[in-house]
């Protein structure tokens, strides 16, 4: 991490950096706490917890860098102090062993898409929602914020602590694993999957 | 990629599948070169079956994820941030 520059902002100014830098990435910062904890009354409160904190933390943010990356960042570091220990969710294998398993060409080539978009199209109820929570949480982290937060790879890795070969390299595991996820129910609702 | 290629003339095998795929997610994700960018999308792309299936998948599957895996904050739960923000700027 670089070197944190503390600011020293007025009651005002911490007013409008609250108001017009924080506030408008809420909803965006709801689902992303929606989508790790997987619970409506979790995600309430780890959205309130990291709203307090980045206003108390408020000097450390920088005004005109990107508000949004710093907040997440925010977010995902609490989930992991706070949630990820008394999280639903069974113990979690270890996901060293799942990025190496999933490096191997092997699976590679055993899941190369055969899904179609056609498949896709008919999926309108929770079929991607349903598929995307049943990722491990590693995989499902990085496919919102590059997916759905459109964060650029760089900005993915300040927010995750890891480097941007890793941030690429989970991506596109964390793709394969939602393809091999909807070519499972594009089978049961009936496509042939070649 | 308005305009759809002439399928039978196509190559129905892509013998750089795994490069491919990265590349186009690259692509999708605004991380290409412009190099890439300008060699699998004008040419690539126009000649090989399975790369021009997967590029539509991948662009499909973003497109599903954007409209059914956003939540938003409930109402009640954004008013109460601001309300207990205010109340900490008050104090």
Redesign the interface.
């Known amino acids: 991490m670089e070197e944190v520059i503390r600011q020293q902002y007025s ?1 005002q100014e ?2 409008n950096i ?1 108001n017009q830098e924080f ?1 408008p990435h ?2 965006s ?3 992303f706490a ?2 790790l904890t997987l619970d409506a009354d979790d995600a ?1 409160d780890l ?2 917890d990291t ?2 904190k980045a ?1 108390r933390f408020i000097d450390s943010f920088q005004q005109g860098t990107n508000a949004k990356a710093w907040l997440f960042r925010i977010l995902k570091n609490s989930f992991i102090n706070d949630y990820r220990k008394r999280s639903k969710e069974p113990s979690k294998v270890d996901y060293q062993e799942v990025e190496t398993f999933y490096n191997s ?1 092997d699976v ?1 080539r055993q899941i ?2 055969d ?3 056609e498949a ?2 008919d ?1 309108i109820g ?1 079929e ?2 349903n598929a ?1 929570n049943s990722l491990d949480v590693d995989f499902r982290t990085v ?2 914020l ?3 937060e459109g964060f ?2 760089e900005e993915m890795a300040k927010i995750l602590d890891i480097p941007i070969g890793t941030v690429r390299s989970r ?2 595991r964390a ?1 394969n694993l ?2 091999e996820k ?1 070519s499972e129910y594009a089978k049961s609702m009936g496509y042939k999957t070649t | 990629m308005s305009n759809v290629p002439d399928q039978k003339r196509m190559k129905q095998d892509c013998e750089n599948k795994r490069e491919c795929l990265e590349i186009l997610q690259l692509i999708l994700d605004g991380e290409a070169s412009t190099e890439q960018k300008n060699h699998f999308l004008k040419e690539h792309l126009e000649e090989c079956m399975p790369c021009y299936k997967n590029y539509h998948l991948e662009v499909a599957i973003r497109e599903l994820l954007k409209t059914k895996c956003t939540n938003h904050a409930p109402q009640d739960l954004v008013d109460d941030i601001r309300k207990k923000i205010i109340q900490n700027l008050a104090r």
């Open positions: 009651e911490k007013q609250f506030m809420i909803n910062m709801y689902n929606y989508r309430k959205l309130q709203y307090l206003y060409e590679d190369t898409p899904l179609r978009v896709l199209q999926m929770d991607i929602s995307l496919i919102i590059c997916d759905l650029k790879y991506l596109h793709r939602l393809k909807l």
